[in-house]
């Protein structure tokens, strides 16, 4: 897989900038977590990766090998009509991942979907049904670059270590945007951080590490929590 490459790239809405001077480079075997409040320029920058919008200056340079695999919270792409059996077997009995084959039934099995759940059909699963499917259909696609938009959203424990799993056996580069600093400390190689003023932060490392450097460039800027003493009855 090539990288990807971004070189001073700007990007304005009319009036707002979203993004302003971005330099960073997305590599192979690496997982970045994008954080940063909402409307930062986070889903701007998945959208140019997926060549859904251009920048207004600089460069953002694709490789002609990138195949972007995309998870959003809209699951736009799931077959209502289809089980959910169907979705990921496309009728064959074993799918191919990784250089092997593998059963497609055991393979729905560790998104938690076992039995009679595998032959519902996708019009009438869950919201957390459909992030579990939508988990298991972009890990199979075995794209080089995954994007994952909020992944650990209604999804459980069982789920939540099969995407785990399929992300420390991926090849390929992983960009995920998530509020979860739990889920972003296990899984994260370098975090991209929107800290405002349309600037991004590249640091390598962990969430964790990366909030330890924040506090030492720029102090604790979060607001304290308020805490209240218990009342005392006599």
């Not at 971005?22 to 994008?34: A, C, D, F, R, S």
């Not at 990138?66 to 077959?79: E, P, T």
């Not at 979705?87 to 009679?116: C, H, K, Q, T, W």
């Not at 992300?167 to 995920?176: I, R, T």
């Amino acid at each position: 897989m090539e990288n990807l490459i971004c070189k001073n790239v700007g990007k304005s809405y009319k009036e707002k900038t979203v993004l302003k001077n971005v330099n960073l480079e997305l590599e192979p075997g690496k997982i970045y977590g994008l954080i940063g409040r909402n409307g930062a320029g986070k889903t701007t920058l998945f959208r140019l990766i997926m060549g859904l919008e251009t920048v207004d200056k600089g460069e953002f340079e694709v490789g002609e090998t990138v195949k972007v695999a995309y998870v959003d919270q809209q699951h736009r792409d799931i077959d209502p009509n289809k089980s959910v059996y169907q979705v990921i077997s496309g009728g064959n009995e074993l799918i191919r991942m990784g250089g092997r084959d593998i059963n497609a039934r055991a393979y729905l099995s560790r998104f938690n979907f076992s039995g009679g759940d595998q032959e519902k059909l996708c019009g009438v699963l869950s919201g957390g049904e459909r992030n579990r499917l939508h988990l298991a259909m972009a890990l199979k696609e075995e794209g080089n670059v995954l994007l994952l938009d909020e992944p650990t959203n209604d999804i459980d424990v069982n789920t939540l270590r099969a995407l785990e799993e399929g992300l420390e056996d991926f090849a390929g580069c992983a960009v995920v945007i998530s509020h979860d600093r739990w889920f972003l400390d296990r899984i994260c190689t370098h975090i991209l951080a929107f800290e405002g003023d349309s600037n991004v932060f590249y640091f390598e490392g962990s969430y964790s590490e990366y909030e330890e450097n924040k506090m030492k460039r720029l102090g604790n800027e979060e607001p304290k929590r308020v805490r209240y003493r218990k009342l005392m009855t006599d």
